[in-house]
């Protein structure tokens, strides 16, 4: 008997062994998982696929805003660049804006909240292409998921809350609002929205005014 045991030993350290090959509860193939090297960062993951182009930002670029979050609070132009107000009887200097872009299996979900606005004042809000400058216009033309040929897109069929983001929102006594647009596509990682728009008036929809919201008022980079 004494005899047998380092046998079966050696037999049961064997099949413990082979085991190491046998696909693991998520079916990747075991083995024990290598850990990564000291003072690595941890980064948790959506689950969903990276989106193409995402590692084409230069070294020092930082590549386009497709999930975070972008705070900013607004001052005239030149001292405000990232949070901008043109007109601060509508956002007074010192007002704050934060976007968050969260990527979700269902699309991408856009929260606005700010505050220090007018008190119980109507505003349009809309994510547009391009980055803030103390030229409103320069933002360009709202995000779409699905671009109009034509401009300006003033077409019902492009110009709505579906194909672009709309965040109109109406403060409340002290100034402040929360809003949030869920979409069921996502933004493209080479060409997302690049700034937040305040409007002096809510959106229309009426055809060949559709997407319009009067002056713009503030605008807000979502990277700088």
């Known amino acids: 008997m004494r005899r047998l045991l380092p046998a079966l030993a050696t037999v049961f350290v064997t099949a413990l062994a082979g085991c190491g090959s046998s696909p ?26 990276a989106p193409s182009g995402s590692a084409g930002a230069s070294a020092g670029e ?81 995000y779409q998921h699905q671009a109009d040929p034509s401009k300006p897109s003033v077409d019902p069929a492009y110009a709505n809350p579906g194909n672009e983001v709309w965040l109109d929102f109406t403060t409340d006594s002290r100034g402040a609002a929360t809003v949030a647009s869920s979409h069921d596509w996502a933004f493209g990682a080479t060409q997302p929205p690049r700034s937040l728009i305040l409007h002096a008036e809510l959106t229309r929809t009426d055809a060949g005014k559709a997407g319009t919201a009067g002056p713009r008022v503030a605008c807000l980079t979502l990277r700088p």
């Open 24 to 49: 693991g509860l998520d079916g990747i193939g075991g083995g024990e998982p290598s850990l990564p090297p000291p003072g690595t960062p941890f980064m948790i993951s959506s689950g969903l696929p």
């Open 62 to 142: 930082q590549a386009p805003l497709t999930e975070g979050t972008a705070s900013g609070t607004f001052q005239p132009a030149p001292q405000g660049t990232q949070a901008v107000t043109y007109d601060k009887a509508v956002v007074p200097p010192g007002a704050t804006a934060q976007v968050s872009i969260a990527t979700t299996a269902q699309g991408v979900r856009v929260r606005l909240a700010v505050t220090g606005m007018v008190p119980r004042r109507a505003y349009g809000a809309h994510l547009h292409t391009m980055t803030c400058t103390s030229v409103p216009d320069d933002a360009g033309p709202h």
